[in-house]
């Protein structure tokens, strides 16, 4: 499959049709370099899914769960890498206008916003606080402005404990599906094991070694009906022919 049929099933790739193509139906400076990124994206994602896909074949439950909260995590990092593609392209690439630029860190912005994790967002806010403490501290904002920093610095504060709060039933959730994950593969294994021991007990019954063999015969010619067995082996069974018939 080509690049370009990747990005066009890609949703962070819809952009306006005038960035898509130039006038003369070539493919633009914006698509190529949007075409490129989508290239990354699809080798990092592409490098995790490689390394999981064995292990998902065979995954129990909490482990599946697991797995999808780890590919979670990968895809956020694949789109952070394209995000970081555009934004070096913007940087270096002299070919393009200023509205490209501005096309592609619109792009880039909404990458990066797709591939923040909880740890992200939560290092943002902090940051918001620190710069309207910022203000206040060094004189900026004076008289009623500072109320009205102080609602907002109240706004994030409040925004920070119900992500922390969030984050810490996530980690909760996770422990639990670790242990339990753990257990599920342990009573796997014994099952797996028990099944082993049947099987090998039911073949041993069917098929017994040498030496069992020969100490269930021994216990047999023991017996009265094994040595009348016996016996009968040793009788010489006579015929109708005489001497003179030989």
């Known amino acids: 499959m080509s690049t370009m049929q990747i990005s066009g099933r890609?949703?962070?790739?819809?952009?306006?049709?005038?960035?898509?193509?130039a006038q003369n139906?070539?493919?633009?400076?914006v698509t190529q370099v949007l075409n490129h990124a989508v290239e990354v994206y699809i080798s990092a994602k592409g490098k995790y899914l490689s390394e999981s896909a064995e292990m998902e074949?065979?995954?129990?439950?909490?482990?599946?769960?697991?797995?999808?909260?780890?590919?979670?995590l990968a895809d956020k990092k694949a789109k952070k890498a394209q995000a970081a593609e555009i934004e070096q392209r913007i940087q270096t690439d002299?070919?393009?206008?200023?509205?490209?630029?501005?096309?592609?860190?619109?792009?880039?912005d909404e990458l990066k916003r797709a591939g923040m994790t909880d740890e992200d967002k939560l290092s943002e806010l902090h940051g918001k606080v620190e710069k309207l403490d910022k203000l206040v501290t060094d004189g900026v904002v004076t008289g009623e402005d500072i109320r009205e920093i102080e609602e907002q610095r109240s706004l994030y504060q409040s925004q920070i404990g119900r992500l922390e709060s969030e984050m810490k039933?996530?980690?909760?959730?996770?422990?639990?599906?670790?242990g339990q994950a753990i257990q599920e593969r342990a009573d796997r294994d014994a099952e797996i094991t028990k099944a082993q021991e049947k099987e090998r007990a039911e073949l041993d019954a069917l098929q017994p070694d040498s030496l069992s063999a020969l100490a269930a015969l021994r216990e047999y010619q023991k017996t009265a009906a094994g040595k009348k067995k016996a016996d009968r082996s040793t009788v010489v069974i006579p015929t109708n022919k005489t001497a003179a018939d030989a």
Do not use: Y
């Open 10 to 21: 890609l949703p962070f790739l819809h952009g306006e049709n005038t960035a898509g193509k």
């Open 57 to 72: 074949e065979d995954l129990m439950p909490a482990e599946a769960a697991l797995a999808a909260n780890d590919k979670e």
């Open 169 to 178: 039933a996530k980690e909760h959730h996770n422990m639990k599906l670790r």
């Open 25 to 29: 139906g070539n493919p633009s400076t």
């Open 94 to 108: 002299t070919s393009l206008t200023d509205e490209d630029k501005t096309k592609l860190q619109k792009r880039a």
